[in-house]
């Protein structure tokens, strides 16, 4: 079955910098890649997601990579705020067409 | 337009009482998944059904599990006589097929007693 795994666990920036999570996954017939940020206490948003057929997507201050020789993707949020706290987590389509999730990353955005 | 309804927000129930959680999809989206978050932990999928059939439970446990979507109502995730291991967040989502973004409910937050 799929297997992703997320890099890293934990990622502090500076506010302004620029923060980089990196995820890759097992199954070749993977063809959909979403993000999605979990605030405290609350059910994982998307907020952006990626098809196998597209190389890169941006919405803003938020970009995502895909690499499907290398099975990797990976989420670059800009000028990160403080609002940009929390977690992170990356997702790929197994098989059945249902989400792998990674473990998470906890981003901490620091004045 | 409602997101993704699940209630209760909190549970507490004592060791070996039946948890009942619900899940009441976007309207339109027809496959309801549910997942399991420890503290601190990642999104550990249990089951996903369309209306009426489990199409992958191959996350679920064995035994005291089960998860329903009638062709009527919510989502039904269902745990008989808990314990304390089950305390957790579960989280239900809905998409309109396979392949397509899920939204996610807020969860229901287990706390077995």
């Known amino acids: 079955g799929e297997n992703v795994e997320q890099h890293p666990s934990t990622l502090s920036v500076q506010e302004g910098d620029s923060a980089v999570i990196k995820c890759t996954y097992s199954d070749s017939a993977s063809n959909y890649f979403p993000w999605y940020k979990q605030e405290l206490g609350k059910g994982p948003q998307l907020i952006i997601d990626i098809r196998s057929n597209v190389g890169e997507k941006k919405d803003q201050r938020i970009a995502v990579t895909l690499n499907k020789t290398a099975k990797h993707f990976s989420l670059h949020i800009t000028e990160t705020q403080p609002e940009d706290s929390a977690v992170y987590f990356c997702a790929a389509t197994d098989s059945w067409g249902k989400l792998q999730f990674g473990a998470g990353t906890q981003v901490v955005v620091t004045p | 337009n409602a997101g993704v309804m699940q209630n209760p927000r909190h549970l507490v129930r004592r060791r070996g009482q039946e948890a009942r959680l619900r899940c009441s999809p976007v309207?339109?989206?027809?496959?309801v998944y549910w997942y399991r978050q420890l503290p601190e932990e990642g999104l550990k999928f249990m089951v996903y059904?369309?209306?009426?059939?489990?199409?992958?439970e191959s996350g679920m446990p064995k035994e005291r599990f089960s998860a329903e979507f009638p062709k009527e109502g919510p989502s039904i995730l269902r745990i008989q006589q808990v314990v304390r291991g089950d305390s957790a967040a579960y989280f239900c989502a809905s998409s309109s097929g396979t392949g397509d973004g899920y939204t996610f409910g807020s969860g229901t937050r287990l706390t077995v007693v």
């Open positions: 309207k339109g989206h027809s496959h």
């Open positions: 059904l369309q209306k009426e059939n489990i199409i992958d």
